[in-house]
């Protein structure tokens, strides 16, 4: 049985994914070409490594959806089964709170850590089109189940990674946004519009030159602030990916 490991996923300089954090959820930002599966590799890897249960949304049938699925982890792509897949977390995750948290002896700012619990995380690739995959109804279901895991999920160890190749301020709950604290964006071609609805500041604070580009780009944590940041390399050319964190998901029985 490996121990579960709940050291931060370490991304650049100061920039990390911390599950056991405040800042757990995250909104990565990429235009296309922009190095996101790159960086959803990397974090899935590193997921599976520590211990913990990535589960993937997939509604583009993207090769980062193809990779995940190929290595056996759940990977789902169309409405009814994105609605399933929600609903199934929010329901362990209410499981969760009944068993470890209902008791009085357990303090404040317990989590699930505190328990040996393993992260459960939701990778939803390119949310946007997910929310507007099936009917009105769909989406309303889809939004409402996302909600609970983004307001409800932290101390329970339910986290929640969305990405988007844009981000309007109307796109995405409120209620959603607000709990990602942690926040990428990357590429060059990036607007001020969009710079400002990803991270909250302007590209006239990063200074006189924007440097965005493949894999690189600007992050806001409460750690950190805004910050330049640059997601780590992998060449795919040379490593085979898919059966790598093959051998890392048999190795912890994921």
């Excluded at 931060?8 to 954090?21: A, G, M």
């Excluded at 946007?128 to 999920?153: F, H, P, Y």
Aim: glycine share 8%; proline share 3%.
């Amino acid at each position: 049985d490996e121990m579960i490991d709940y050291t931060p996923i370490s991304i650049y300089d100061d920039v990390e994914l911390n599950y056991t954090s405040e800042a757990c959820h995250t909104l990565l930002i990429a235009p296309s070409g922009a190095g996101k599966t790159m960086l959803l590799v990397f974090i899935l890897s590193m997921t599976i490594k520590r211990g913990h249960l990535p589960y993937v949304v997939d509604c583009k049938n993207t090769s980062f959806g193809a990779i995940s699925k190929g290595i056996g982890l759940p990977t789902v792509t169309n409405p009814n089964e994105i609605i399933e897949m929600l609903a199934d977390l929010v329901e362990q995750m209410e499981q969760t709170y009944q068993t470890y948290f209902s008791s009085d002896s357990v303090s404040l700012d317990s989590n699930f850590k505190d328990f040996g619990l393993p992260a459960h995380v939701l990778i939803f690739d390119e949310v946007l089109a997910g929310l507007e995959s099936g009917n009105k109804k769909d989406k309303v279901e889809i939004e409402r189940l996302l909600k609970q895991l983004a307001l409800k999920g932290r101390m329970a160890g339910f986290i929640v990674i969305l990405t988007s190749q844009k981000l309007l301020s109307t796109d995405l709950s409120l209620a959603i946004n607000s709990q990602c604290q942690t926040r990428i964006l990357m590429g060059a071609n990036v607007s001020d519009e969009l710079f400002h609805t990803a991270l909250g500041g302007y590209k006239k604070d990063v200074g006189t030159m924007y440097k965005g580009g493949v894999g690189k780009g600007y992050a806001v944590t409460p750690r950190t602030g805004l910050t330049y940041f640059e997601a780590p390399y992998m060449d795919f050319s040379k490593i085979n990916f898919k059966e790598l964190l093959g051998k890392l998901v048999h190795k912890n029985n994921v």
